[in-house]
């Protein structure tokens, strides 16, 4: 079949997609920019082309796209909370069901949440309607329902990650006492593949779930059993909604944003109604504590392929940040290090790769940290989202408060953009140089400042950058000399 595959750069359609391909099928990925889509292994398969398409934008129909059999629609704004969402939900929703229509779309799979509560939060209204407006363009629609989805990388798994592993003691919101049926992704994806083109189930809509009705509490202590930690965890009734995403905010790696609208749902009973479609389809679903037990296993041998991290969810900023990629020179600050490589470059060049997260950055740790929470009291993304893994990096992907522009190792460039809170934009940039006189790492940190206080902000912070920068290049070049392959 000829698949079309919105959201492929989502948490979803990027673990979707090797397993279309896998099974024989043809995809066409829609996404809104090309650059951020993987361009190595399955990614770069014969049977996958990309199409750079912004649903909320009326799309013209590329005369080159051919007719497609199935649509996936995987597309969510929930992190657009300063706008009205909902709204465009629905339009991307109508845009993409045109879309659809002229392609000859024989069956569409939308992938949207439990909605059995008789009050719903704005979220989950919001996916209530997008499933309505897709069923009104005649084409069989086949609705999968899931609530809180468990995986390596998942906007709830990691949120939890965050509180059960920084709390041994919490004071926690009533919600706490919500309850809901969590799903493994694992099977998320199951039977998203499995609905894929069979009849029976065209025009159906699904409540998908696994096999455990928990409270927000007790999957919080079923994690903390798995990482083996004890955790006591008391409700109260004062924490008011604002709070309560204050709190969600500060502790977790999440936006404000998605915490606020997290907080909201999370007041909602999200439990599936029963229906025999896991049988239908021959799918044992997993229990939540071996869900959390799977996810670990996939972190530990480095193989999470998506996190919500690297979504435009957890960035502060809502338009394409890849217009960023060429960096200003004009009406700029910079400080440019450059230093000998006298080692091997590749290690160099490892080092490089490993920056942040866990590893850090090579001088004053500390001060990284410090300015992480100084962000967080202003709204900002921290330092709290690290790196989706120890040793890759893709264009696009978030490192700590900063955003992957553009990352080539062959050509030896890395180039990040700061998503904290500045008054300015700030760009920071790495090169090794190959040159017959001699090897060289080149770091330009650049700076672009917003009026008066973006100048007086780096004229405060110029102390600082002699000790962070120099070291910073320094431990980079000292990080590849010691590399065991050098020894």
Same mark, same amino acid.
């Given at each position: ?7 492929a750069?989502?948490y979803?359609g ?27 292994? /399955? ?9 750079? /398409?912004d ?7 590329? +005369?080159? /796209? ?8 995987? /597309?969510?704004?929930?992190?657009d &909370?300063? =706008? %009205?969402?909902? +709204?465009?939900?629905?339009?991307? &929703? ?14 569409? #799979? ?8 008789? =009050? *719903? !939060?704005?979220? *989950?209204?919001? =996916?209530?309607n997008?499933d309505?407006?897709?069923? !009104? ?18 906007? !709830?798994? @990691? ?7 920084? #709390? ?8 706490l ?14 039977? *998203? ?11 159906? !809509? ?9 409270? $927000? ?6 994690? &903390? ?16 909604? =604002? ?12 936006? $404000? ?13 999200v ?5 025999d479609?896991a049988?239908q ?6 229990? $939540? ?68 997260? @866990?590893?850090?950055?090579?001088y004053?740790?500390? #001060? ?18 690290g790196?989706?893994?120890p ?13 992957? *522009? ?8 890395l ?9 300015? @934009? ?5 090169r090794?140089?190959? %040159? ?37 290049a ?7 000399? +010691? ?5």
């Amino acid at each position: 079949m000829r698949v079309l595959l919105t959201g492929a750069n989502g948490y979803i359609g990027k673990r979707l997609l090797p397993l279309l391909v896998r099974a024989g099928h043809e995809v066409v990925c829609c996404v809104r920019d090309r650059r951020r889509f993987p361009s190595e292994g /399955i990614y770069a398969h014969p049977a996958v082309t990309v199409l750079e /398409i912004d649903f909320l934008k009326k799309p013209a129909l590329d +005369a080159t /796209i051919p007719r497609i059999d199935a649509a996936y629609y995987l /597309i969510h704004s929930m992190s657009d &909370a300063s =706008r %009205d969402f909902c +709204a465009l939900e629905e339009a991307s &929703a109508i845009h993409f069901l045109e879309l659809a229509n002229r392609l000859g779309v024989r069956q569409i #799979l939308y992938l949207g949440g439990i909605v059995n509560e008789a =009050r *719903l !939060s704005r979220h *989950l209204q919001s =996916r209530s309607n997008v499933d309505a407006i897709l069923r !009104s363009g005649g084409i069989p629609v086949t609705t999968l329902k899931a609530g809180i989805v468990v995986g390596s990388g998942s906007s !709830s798994f @990691e949120i939890i990650r965050d509180l059960v592993e920084k #709390l041994p003691i919490m004071v926690t919101p009533r919600w706490l006492n919500t309850r809901i049926q969590p799903i493994a992704v694992r099977d998320v994806l199951e039977f *998203l593949l499995r609905c894929l083109g069979d009849p029976r189930f065209a025009g159906g !809509s699904y409540d998908i779930a696994g096999p455990d009705i928990l409270t $927000y509490k007790q999957m919080l202590l079923q994690f &903390a059993e798995v990482r083996g930690l004890k955790r006591r965890i008391w409700t109260i009734p004062v924490m008011t909604p =604002r709070l309560s995403s204050y709190w969600l905010y500060f502790v977790t790696s999440t936006s $404000y944003r998605l915490a606020v609208n997290l907080v909201n749902s999370m007041k909602v009973e999200v439990v599936a109604r029963p229906n025999d479609l896991a049988s239908q389809l021959g799918i044992a679903t997993i229990p $939540y504590r071996r869900a959390v037990e799977l996810a670990f296993e996939t972190i530990e041998r480095n193989g999470v392929v998506s996190s919500w991290k690297d979504s435009r969810v957890s960035s502060g900023f809502g338009e394409s940040l890849m217009e960023r990629v060429v960096v200003p020179r004009n009406g700029c600050y910079f400080d440019r290090r450059i230093k000998p490589i006298a080692g091997d470059t590749s290690k160099v060049l490892d080092a490089i790769w490993s920056i942040g997260g @866990e590893t850090g950055w090579y001088y004053g740790d500390w #001060l990284w940290r410090l300015r992480g929470i100084i962000d967080k009291m202003f709204g900002g993304v921290g330092l709290r989202r690290g790196r989706t893994d120890p040793h890759r990096i893709r264009t696009g992907d978030t490192l700590d408060f900063w955003r992957v *522009l553009a990352a080539d190792r062959d050509a030896g460039r890395l180039l990040l953009y700061a998503e904290m809170r500045l008054p300015g @934009e700030a760009w920071l940039e790495f090169r090794v140089v190959k %040159d017959p006189g001699g090897d060289r790492l080149e770091q330009c940190a650049t700076f672009r400042p917003k009026g008066l206080s973006g100048r007086a902000y780096w004229y405060a912070v110029l102390p600082f950058h002699h000790f962070v920068f120099e070291g910073m290049a320094r431990g980079i070049l000292e990080r590849g000399a +010691a590399s065991p392959a050098n020894e």
